[in-house]
T-cell receptor, first 113, second 116 residues
Framework: KAGVTQTPRYLIKTRGQQVTLSCSPI?????VSWYQQTPGQGLQFLFEYFSETQRNKGNFPGRFSGRQFSNSRSEMNVSTLELGDSALYLC????????????FGEGSRLTVL | AQSVTQLGSHVSVSEGALVLLRCNYS??????LFWYVQYPNQGLQLLLKYTSAATLVKGINGFEAEFKKSETSFHLTKPSAHMSDAAEYFCAVSGAFGQAGTALIFGKGTTLSVSS
């Protein structure tokens, strides 16, 4: 059974640009969550999507957005990149409402220069 | 509000020694508690989870954790460390997991070093 797949694994952008990260959940999983991991702030929740609807959002500015498609694949977008957006962005999927286990992908490492 | 505190950002043990990683939580609702492990340049892998069943939870790779409500703790232990256990470990809490409005709250992490 394939795990959570995130693309790209590594990318470099410059300040002011925007970036789109992709996440394919485990087959059959309908919930997708995104987390940001930085050395200073640790792991922080960005948002969660379930059946194409955002049902929870963390405390991040509006530059961070996401969406989920009908096949449960998800994308997150960061516009007007800042140096502080450099981080490992982790996607996690979960079976359905009532599930308790998140399965994480290997992450997309974003470097903003 | 929920929070997690991991005591000790870095723990060093010798191979074969007991591993003890400490986690204390704060939650206004009955919590779900998790321990995840992260190896360099990889994502998070679930070691074990507490979901209000047995208070002593056994996980993968010989790890276990005990939920102690009176102490609001969920410490992770392993009787005998192996070199392959060297990694970063995260404790996390969530209430009513899987329902709308929930998310995992992670501790800052503990880096485990194992020496031969």
């Amino acid at each position: 059974k394939a795990g959570v797949t995130q693309t790209p694994r590594y990318l470099i952008k410059t300040r002011g640009q925007q970036v789109t990260l992709s996440c394919s959940p485990i087959s059959g999983h309908r919930s997708v969550s995104w987390y940001q991991q930085t050395p200073g702030q640790g792991l922080q929740f960005l948002f969660e999507y379930f059946s194409e609807t955002q049902r929870n959002k963390g405390n991040f500015p509006g530059r961070f957005s996401g969406r989920q498609f009908s096949n449960s694949r998800s994308e997150m977008n960061v516009s007007t990149l800042e140096l502080g957006d450099s981080a490992l962005y982790l996607c996690a999927s979960m079976r359905a409402a009532g599930g308790v286990e998140l399965f994480f992908g290997e992450g997309s490492r974003l470097t903003v220069l | 509000a929920q929070s997690v505190t991991q005591l000790g950002s870095h723990v060093s043990v010798s191979e074969g020694a007991l591993v003890l990683l400490r986690c204390n939580y704060s939650s206004s609702v009955p919590p779900y508690l998790f321990w995840y492990v992260q190896y360099p340049n990889q994502g998070l892998q679930l070691l074990l989870k507490y979901t209000s069943a047995a208070t002593l939870v056994k996980g993968i790779n010989g790890f276990e954790a005990e939920f102690k409500k009176s102490e609001t703790s969920f410490h992770l232990t392993k009787p005998s460390a192996h070199m392959s256990d060297a990694a970063e470990y995260f404790c996390a809490v969530s209430g009513a997991f899987g329902q709308a409005g929930t998310a995992l709250i992670f501790g800052k992490g503990t880096t485990l070093s194992v020496s031969s």
